[in-house]
Structure formats: C-alpha cells, structure tokens
C-alpha cells in the first residue's frame, strides 16, 4: 500500500541554524501539507501546497518557512534559523481528495 | 484554536464491547470530518471520514455518526480489540483544504 515517507525520523539542530525537513508523498496525490504537533498539544496545520503553489498557509507559517516540491517526488519544508519553541513533531501529508495521509514524521530538536 | 473538540481525555473498554468516542465542533462551515488513530512515535493514520451530507459512515468495525444539528460526531468501534488501543483524533475541514485536530482521545481496550 503506498506511503508518504519522511527523513530523517530525528533531527537535532542548534538555535538560529537551518534544517530541511523531507518527504515523498503518495505518488498520485496533488495536494501536500506540513502539520506540527508540539509535545501535549494538538496537531496543528502549518501550510498546504499544490500545483506547485502554496494555497493556504497557517499564522505559525512567517517568513522563517518555506516550503518546495524540487522534483517530481520530493516535498521539502525549510526553517531558516530555528528558534527553542520550533521544536517538535512535523507531519508532511498528501491526498488526492478530501481524506489527507500521514507519514510517520521527524521529531525535531532545538537545542 | 478550539473549534474541535474532544473532551474525553482517555477512555477504557473491555476486549469485545463497543467504544464510543466523541468529537464535539463550533464552525458551522466545517463540511468534512475525519478519524485518525496515532501509535506513538508514529503519524496519524487516517481510519473513516464523513460528508456533512450524511449522518453515518460505516467501515467494517468503524462507523462515524454526524449530528449536525448538534455539531457533534461520534466514532464506533465494536468489537473493540487490544489493536485498538491508540489516540484517535478527530478532525474537520471546511472545503476540504486545511485539516482542524481536536486533543485525542486515548483508548484502552482491557483484554
């Protein structure tokens, strides 16, 4: 059965420095999100993208993201100078209609 | 952000009874709604949805049920078995873009 996948599973990075978060949605899907759960809070939606845009983008999602799909295959989420409060859960998602799929995420670490 | 609702924190049922777990919403433009069920250290995995056309949605052991007029969805599950202990996480989007998560309820199914 098809997946979405995301690397690396667990990234640890130093405040103010910049990580790319990757994902491979399911191949036929057109539209791809990025979700962020912070530990005991709820799974929140930080932007959504699709045909090769971003269509709706979160309060979270300020000039320190970005998202690209560089390829045919690859869908990236960049922070360009992490802060302490980014760390958390980040969830990259895909569907081709109204029920979106998860991958397994990439706990992120700010130290 | 809490247009969606789960007020039962955890929830504990016998092997073979039925669970119930409950979704509670406030935005009256929420057209979509959605089950995931999440392991630990895993993404949400997507389980039943329902249109805001039906009022019940059913799935093998799973069936969602929708009152709209209560702004209220329930998910089912019977039998229940240990497989099913997990967080469940109901959601709602509104034209099928951004998904909106309640808390989670945490199941235990006793054996």
């Known amino acids: 059965e098809p997946e979405v996948t995301q690397t690396p599973s667990h990234q640890v990075t130093q405040m103010g420095q910049e990580v790319i978060l990757r994902c491979v949605p399911i191949?036929?899907?057109?539209?791809f999100y990025w979700y962020r759960q912070i530990l005991g809070q709820k799974v929140e939606f930080l932007v959504s993208f699709y045909n090769n845009e971003i269509s709706e983008k979160s309060e979270i999602f300020d000039d320190q993201f970005s998202v690209e799909r560089p390829d045919g295959s690859n869908f990236t989420l960049k922070i360009r100078s992490t802060k302490l409060e980014d760390s958390a859960m980040y969830f990259c998602?895909?569907?081709?209609?109204?029920?979106?799929?998860f991958g397994p995420g990439t706990r992120l670490t700010v130290t | 952000d809490q247009q969606v609702k789960q007020n039962s924190p955890s929830l504990s049922v016998q092997e073979g009874r039925i669970s119930i777990l409950n979704c509670d919403y406030t935005?009256?433009?929420?057209?979509?709604f959605l089950w995931y069920k999440k392991y630990p250290a895993e993404g949400p995995t997507f389980l039943i949805s329902i249109s805001s056309i039906k009022d019940k949605n059913e799935d093998g052991r799973f069936t969602v049920f929708l009152n709209k007029s209560a702004k209220h969805l329930s998910l089912h599950i019977v039998p229940s078995q240990p497989g099913d202990s997990a967080v469940y996480f109901c959601?709602?989007?509104?034209?099928?873009?951004?998904?909106?998560f309640g808390a989670g309820t945490i199941l235990r199914v006793k054996s």
């Open positions: 935005n009256s433009m929420f057209d979509y």
């Open positions: 959601a709602a989007s509104a034209g099928g873009n951004k998904l909106v």
């Open positions: 191949s036929n899907h057109l539209y």
């Open positions: 998602a895909s569907s081709q209609a109204d029920e979106q799929y």
